[in-house]
């Protein structure tokens, strides 16, 4: 098993930046990919970046391409989420994930999952 725990989240305003963190811990020799999804009220969780556990370039979704960076620090066992120029539809609760074997976009292809944390982006 892997535990994951997300910290960073908060309220911004539009222009703004945070940094999103995920700890990861237990069997994490298994892990391939780290992920970062959000979801927003009424909406379906959907990807935003994802990097490979041992190298690899990191690959995001078009909606946060040029504004937020992916990253990882193998020591800590630790990925970030930088988002910089936060916009009102940014707002969602963000999750860090996990997957064994692959590449992958999907929510249903990760295995493992944190609690979550709200990140706010007045206007």
């Known amino acids: 098993q892997v535990q994951l725990v997300e910290s960073g989240g908060g309220l911004v305003q539009a222009g703004g930046s945070l940094r999103l963190s995920c700890a990861a811990s237990g069997r994490t020799f298994s892990i391939y990919v780290m992920g970062w999804f959000r979801q927003a009220p009424g909406k379906e969780r959907e990807f935003v970046a994802g990097i490979t556990w041992s190298g690899g370039t990191p690959y995001y979704s078009d909606s946060v391409k040029g504004r937020f960076a992916i990253s990882k620090d193998i020591a800590k066992n630790t990925v970030y989420l930088q988002m910089n120029t936060l916009k009102p539809e940014d707002t969602a609760v963000y999750y860090c994930?996990?997957?064994?074997?692959?590449?992958?976009?999907?929510?249903?292809?990760?295995?493992?999952w944190g609690q979550g944390t709200q990140v706010t982006v007045s206007s």
């Open positions: 994930a996990a997957i064994r074997g692959y590449d992958s976009r999907r929510v249903s292809d990760y295995d493992y």
